[in-house]
């Protein structure tokens, strides 16, 4: 236990992957493709993240990219740009370039032509936990100017539940909270919950509707708990003056049949060539086994907060 080991894995159809290991948890990150986190989860245990194996989520997006060229959703936690339009839908497709310098591992894949991004995703795993650092990072390379925030979609295996904080700050005679719905969301969905505290969604294979929500997080973190485990992503939260894209949003949650995704995103900024935006979650996936399947119902606000304050804060 404590030691830090980076090794090569092939893992399903994913090619080769380095794997990121303590002993107490694994991460494991394509270099073919990519880079996705396509496996994270304690030691022994189930993946927590969504595979798509057999590419069913994916984008045909000739027009902006060249004839033949799909975008494939692949699964796992991976690195975009927001607002969403189909420029962000870019074929990473390619190998991965993974340089190694003691307990970090920064994966980057090629420049984005069309785009003039450049993408790379940098982890440090911690030596005595199961935790890890996630820097994400975009630089312009283009001339021109570009704006946008980098958005952080973690793409979580079904069966599970979403777990995301309210603001409760007290702003006397103002709103404390903004939250954003999407058209196709509907506010009676079952799998939505809004309790005083937290807002929670499980994810349900049975119903194909989709269903998302975005919300000014001031306390900077989302968890997702599944298979007995819960991945908590630890952010900066809303600043009270800040730019973040969708009204304002810096978490969002959106969910359909096939898998939920646990979202964060950085305040929008314009970048001039060379220039970059950083934005860095903590991960720290927590056993829960205790409780392996929980599915909160309205009306269960003690539970829900009993819950998060057993397991996550």
């Known amino acids: ?15 080769k992957c380095k794997v990121i290991a303590n002993g107490f948890a694994e991460l494991y990150v394509t270099a073919e493709i990519g880079p996705r986190i396509i496996k994270a989860n304690l030691t022994g245990k189930e993946n927590l993240m969504f595979n798509d194996i057999d590419r069913v989520s994916f984008e045909d997006v000739s027009p902006v990219f060249g004839e033949g060229k799909k975008w494939y959703i692949y699964g796992g936690s991976r690195l975009w740009v927001s607002p969403e339009e189909m420029a962000v839908y870019y074929p990473d497709n390619e190998p991965v370039d993974v340089k190694i310098d003691g307990n970090t591992v920064v994966f980057t894949p090629p420049p984005q032509k069309v785009n003039d991004l450049q993408h790379s995703i940098e982890i440090t795993m911690c030596e005595d936990s199961p935790q890890a650092k996630v820097t ?44 954003a719905f999407w058209p196709y969301t509907r506010l009676t969905d079952a799998r939505a919950n809004f309790f005083d505290k937290y807002i929670t969604v499980k994810q349900n294979k049975n119903i194909n509707e989709k269903f998302k929500f975005g919300i000014n997080n001031t306390k900077g973190w989302i968890a997702y708990q599944n298979h007995g485990q819960i991945l908590k992503k630890s952010y900066e939260p809303n600043h009270p003056d800040g730019n973040y894209p969708d009204w ?66």
Request: some cysteine; proline content about 3%; aromatic content about 8%.
């Open 1 to 15: 236990m404590g030691k830090i080991t980076i090794t090569d894995a092939e893992y399903k159809n994913y090619g």
């Open 136 to 179: 994400h990072k975009i630089e312009n390379l283009g001339e021109k100017e570009f704006t946008g925030a980098i958005w952080v979609l973690s793409v979580m295996a079904p069966g599970g539940t979403v777990i995301c904080p309210q603001p409760d700050e007290d702003t006397k005679l103002l709103g404390n909270r903004c939250m």
């Open 248 to 313: 304002g949003m810096s978490t969002e949650v959106f969910t359909n049949h096939l898998f939920a995704e646990a979202e964060t995103l950085s305040e929008l900024k314009t970048l001039k060539k060379g220039e970059s935006i950083i934005h860095t979650e903590n991960w720290r996936i927590i056993d829960s086994s205790d409780d392996p399947d929980v599915d909160f119902k309205q009306g269960e606000q003690d539970k829900v907060e009993a819950y998060v304050k057993k397991y996550i804060i």
